[in-house]
């Protein structure tokens, strides 16, 4: 996702919700393009703040402010109801209407969009039919759908309501590992091929890392971090990120394919990276590069299995545990983590500043 | 004696068609109220909530005498509604088909409360939330997603209070006596019969209610079954 020349539309919230045992207090302010992760440990607020946005909730305090329009101002006692945002929103569950049938329920949202005047945002239905593979499905009742075909229909439902945002609250929480690897590659087609910007909610790193271009980082019911997912990525002093998944995500241009060894070669700032299979040449994957994966030398001397190795600049180095650092690592304009020893960035003589060879064990194409 | 007898061949019609016009006004009066309560008492948390249930509750455990005591009282042309009745249109509302409807819409609140509360409690939150972020006010998201799916207990509401309507005795005694074509309802009707002795006729108008309340209690629990079957 490329910024426009002028600014973009942005949303702008600011939330305070006080329950027994939980406290939701968050200020923030994400551009209206492309798909917001919002990520966290659970309880940690993401379902709240969804619920806040979209009018479901009573918070204590709220303010939300949607590209020029201001929808909610407790202090102005502004607030509108539910069915004057235009907010989607796809929830845990695919909650269909069971009495009507799936062509019924993807209507419901399209019939009541004129009534309201809540957008202006022309829908395709036959392209997001297409789009979520529902033609066949149409006629069916809904308790004779698959988790899977449910979710779909309840995202096609919240697409035809002509919606100028649409939440997702972990869409694939509730599907089998199967029927997840089933979903997000119509969840990464909308992303492709329609305009209306998602906040897609995850307690599943890689799955963001998958899908969105920004990231809002929540614990303890605040933001601790926002902006785009890169950068974001890179903050090595958010625990939520660190783990066996703190990692960075790399765009790269696809730009030959070896038959020979099934590898692709894949080029972007700070190289070339070589990865399996076979990936259409010419187009921009993601490439998720996970700190654990790395290792670092500082010549690039001897034979090696390894088949990426990238010149590099040591940024920093930020103590991780108390065995291991985690190493930032600059190669062109993109950023990597790479997790090692503390005694080995010692041997290394590692510092900011320092030019090494980061070895990527693996990388994996997260989207193509 | 003779007039007993002439009543009870043709099957003494009057006292049964009474009952079930009796039975229609008050499920459709009680369905009107008992939707919104019922709604409220699902959704509601507050203080109120547990006042509220005693209160609607509290026909099923009162004897109908005392229930109709306080009917009396109430709307008897010296009670505040009587009172306020016989301002209004100039007639008493004790012993005549109005005062039955009032009394009746009270005796069988719960029926017509508690089935449509625990299917609205039932159901929960879930599609209403998704039908108002799709664009539906409340009252849009009650009609088009709650109705349709707690049809199963608007059904069981309406068969309850009109089958509870129609075998009301002891209220109906106390607020309406026994004025034929006025008050005179089935239940009174076989009480009087079995008075005169009259075994006959108080076992072809207490057969017609046996039978029409088992018909009507089948008809419901079939369709609950083809419901929960679809």
Known sequence: MSAAASTPPSIEFRYLVEQAGFTL??????????????FGPSGSGKTSLLRCMAGLASPSAAYLKVDRDIWE???????????????AYVFQEPRLFPHLDVRGNLEYGKRRVEKNARSSIATDQEHIIDLLGLGSLLSRRTNG???????????GRALLSAPRLILMDEPLASLDAG???????????????LTVPLVYVSHNIDEICQLCDQLLVMQG???????????????????????????????????????????????????????PARYAIGSVVRVRVRANDISICDESSGQTSILNRLAAEVIAINQDSSSSVLVHLKTGEDSMLARITRRSAAHLNLHPGALVIAQLKSVSVRRS | MIDAISQSLDLNSGP??????????????????ATPLAWWLA????????????????PIVLPPTVLGFYMLVLLGPHGTIGAWWVELTGSTLTFSFAGLVIASCVYSLPFAVQPLQSAFELLGRREVEAARTLGAS???????????????????????????????????????????????????????????????????LSAVLLVAAFVVLLMMYLVHRRWHHR
């Open chain 2, 138 to 204: 409340s009252v849009d998201a009650f009609m088009s997603v709650v109705v349709p799916m707690a049809v199963p207990g608007f059904l069981t509401a309406s068969v309850l209070s009109f089958a509870h309507t129609l075998g009301e005795f002891g209220v109906v005694l106390m607020v309406g006596g026994n004025i034929p074509g006025e008050t005179r309802v089935i239940s009174i009707a076989i009480f009087d019969h079995v008075e005169a002795l009259d075994y006959g006729a108080a076992h072809r």
């Open chain 1, 145 to 155: 759908l698959s988790g899977g075909e449910a979710q779909r229909v309840a995202i």
């Open chain 1, 179 to 193: 029927r997840k690897d089933e979903l997000l590659p119509f969840i990464e087609r909308l992303h492709a091929e």
């Open chain 2, 16 to 33: 049964l068609l009474l009952s079930m016009q009796l039975a229609a006004v008050t499920t459709v009066i009680l369905l009107a109220i």
């Open chain 1, 25 to 38: 207090d968050i200020e923030g302010r994400f551009a209206l393009q492309g798909i917001t992760g919002v």
């Open chain 2, 43 to 58: 959704n509601s948390r507050g203080a109120m909530k547990p006042f509220m249930q005693a209160f609607v509750a509290l």
């Open chain 1, 73 to 87: 101002d407790s202090a102005a006692r502004v607030r509108r109801a539910p069915h004057h945002r235009a907010i």
């Open chain 1, 221 to 275: 019911g605040t933001a601790l971090a926002t902006g785009d997912l890169q950068s974001v990525l890179m903050r090595t002093d958010l625990p939520v990120l660190g783990g066996a998944e703190a990692g960075a995500v790399i765009m790269a241009r696809v730009v030959s394919y070896d038959a020979e060894y099934d590898l692709s070669r894949l080029e972007f700032s700070g190289g070339v990276l070589q990865a």
